[in-house]
């Protein structure tokens, strides 16, 4: 690897504000702000949305089996078949 061109590999605290929650992952994301969480300080960064609050993660969310165009267009028009001749 060349050196002095890639960015500094840290661990980061990220902060889940819809939740609060944290999580301390390994990233090049860079940030002005810290805060000490057990005893260590790191680089601080605030996010929306997370696994610990996102819909599909949590189960709140609701999966609509839905028809595709082609199945929709068949289930329509299936009568006109029927009606020639």
């Known amino acids: 690897m060349k050196p002095n061109i890639h960015p500094d590999y840290q661990l980061v605290a990220f902060h889940d504000t819809s939740v609060d929650k944290y999580f301390i992952v390994g990233s090049t994301i860079k940030t002005d702000r810290t805060i000490e969480l057990d005893g ?36 329509r028009f299936k009568n006109l078949a029927s009606k020639k001749g």
């Open 40 to 75: 260590n300080t790191y680089p601080y960064f605030p996010i929306d949305v997370s696994s610990a609050s996102h819909p599909f993660y949590t189960g709140k969310q609701k999966l609509v089996a839905s028809d595709g165009r082609v199945a929709q267009f068949n289930r």
